[in-house]
């Protein structure tokens, strides 16, 4: 497996100024924190869309000399672009910068329960190229043939200068597969081999340049943060995330940051106790996710591949998704009561493997569902849709080394 990339300065770990966690950027005029602040504009620019010099100099706090040094270095490296002159009553007109396409280009590859799929994408987040491949259940062995083939055959059809500039491949995965055979339909020796499995070190020992691994759902939650239309300026700083695919995953968002907690498992709704209808509790994961759909169109006889095979119109009996969406909504807003009583969050953002139309009335479901949970004494989140759509965990994926590479980490301590 042969892929070109080009070396970069930036550093693997720069150091952030805790004031970011108040909302607001602040740089250093030090200049052995360059990678730093190089970062520290990007991040602005991805946040904010275009800005000029003197709009960043006010944002980061440092000085104008500074900023200007920094915004030729990274036009100089292919990573922002001038835009168009903006022309005041005073004074020469001011060029607004922002993040350059061609800048960089990300692999990312998500690992479900019932498909594979790879995809490359450019600095701002347009996809360049899908692999997809559907499996009866994920398998190690057949995951590595899959990137083996798919690569070579996706980057062979990038642009030259993408090909050039693919600076990581990002791994979305769920993490214990081997809890979930009962669950697929498949006998427990068939998901035994993810036990020693090192998916990420197997893949990076035949690719020139760094992979890095996180659980698909919380991968889907950083290409919310990242991409998302909600995360500018006053956006969302601390909220839920919920993904619906085969089982119900999530992220948690606080200052801004995604959560990973001691394992990297932080933000794990499918896993939170919720009722079950019969004055008992279940995996919310159980009631919220396609498994259950699939299961309930099974048992009626119904074909339930074509949930998998697109996203965008599943012409499903109405009865049956209305049933199952009524009881997605409930367990959602218990899941997120509980969230929220513990962790005074803003929202619950809902994305998944779904078509617009049924997020939407999951959102407004789970919306009515929370309202009727006793909340007194903390703040009822708002339920919003999320802003990535069905390939969230794709594209998080592909975020993961931009993030790595290019973002300031709002968690990080300076």
Same mark, same amino acid.
């Given at each position: 497996?042969?892929? /070109?990339?080009?070396?970069? +300065?930036?550093?693997?770990?720069?150091?952030?100024?805790? %004031?970011? *966690?108040?909302?607001?950027?602040?740089?250093?005029?030090?200049?052995?924190? /360059?990678?730093?602040?190089? +970062?520290?504009?990007?991040?602005?620019?991805?946040?904010? %869309?275009? *800005?000029?010099?003197?709009?960043?100099?006010?944002?980061?706090?440092?000085?104008?000399?500074?900023?200007?040094?920094?915004?030729?270095?990274?036009?100089a490296d292919g990573l922002i672009e001038r835009g168009e002159p903006r022309r005041g009553r005073i004074g020469?007109?001011?060029?607004?910068?922002?993040?350059?396409?061609?800048?960089?280009?990300?692999?990312?590859l998500k690992v479900g329960r019932r498909s594979v799929e790879l995809v490359a994408i450019d600095f701002v987040g347009r996809v360049h190229g899908t692999r997809q491949k559907t499996h009866r259940f994920p398998a190690p062995e057949g995951v590595l043939r899959f990137v083996r083939e798919a690569i070579p055959e996706l980057v062979a059809e990038l642009p030259e200068i993408l090909r050039g500039r693919i600076v990581g491949l990002g791994i979305g995965l769920p993490f214990h597969l081997w809890d979930w055979a009962d669950p697929l339909?498949?006998?427990?020796?068939?998901?035994?081999?993810?036990?020693?499995?090192?998916l990420r070190a197997a893949i990076a020992s035949e690719l020139p340049f760094p992979v890095h691994v996180e659980n698909d759902a919380s991968a889907a939650c950083n290409a919310e943060i990242v991409f998302g239309t909600r995360q500018g300026p006053g956006g969302l700083q601390d909220f839920l995330y919920a993904y619906i695919g085969f089982f119900a995953g999530g992220g948690l968002v606080l200052d801004g940051r995604l959560v990973r907690g001691r394992t990297g498992n932080a933000g794990a709704l499918g896993s939170i106790p919720v009722p079950d209808g019969t004055g008992r509790s279940t995996q919310l994961l159980r009631i919220a996710s396609l498994c259950r759909l699939e299961a309930t169109l099974v048992e009626r006889g119904v074909d339930a591949s074509r949930i998998w095979d697109s996203p965008v119109d599943w012409q499903i009996d109405k009865d049956i998704l209305s049933d199952w969406i009524e009881r997605s909504a409930r367990a959602l807003a218990h899941a997120t009561a509980s969230s929220a009583a513990l962790l005074d969050l803003e929202a619950l953002v809902i994305d998944g493997w779904l078509p617009e139309m049924v997020r939407a009335r999951l959102v407004?479901?789970?919306?009515?569902?929370?309202?009727?949970?006793?909340?007194?004494?903390?703040?009822v989140p708002e339920v919003l849709e999320g802003s990535i759509g069905p390939r969230a965990r794709s594209l998080g994926s592909a975020s993961l080394p931009l993030s790595e590479r290019f973002l300031v980490d709002p968690g990080a301590e300076g």
């Open positions: 497996m042969r892929v /070109r990339r080009k070396e970069r +300065r930036v550093s693997q770990q720069p150091e952030t100024d805790p %004031g970011l *966690l108040s909302g607001t950027l602040r740089g250093t005029n030090q200049s052995g924190m /360059r990678a730093q602040n190089e +970062r520290l504009v990007l991040t602005l620019l991805r946040r904010n %869309g275009s *800005l000029a010099k003197a709009e960043i100099a006010r944002l980061t706090g440092l000085s104008a000399q500074t900023v200007s040094v920094i915004m030729r270095a990274l036009e020469q007109p001011s060029v607004p910068m922002h993040l350059a396409p061609n800048g960089a280009c990300f692999l990312g339909g498949v006998p427990l020796e068939d998901m035994a081999a993810w036990r020693d499995a090192d407004v479901e789970t919306r009515q569902a929370l309202r009727r949970i006793d909340l007194s004494g903390s703040s």
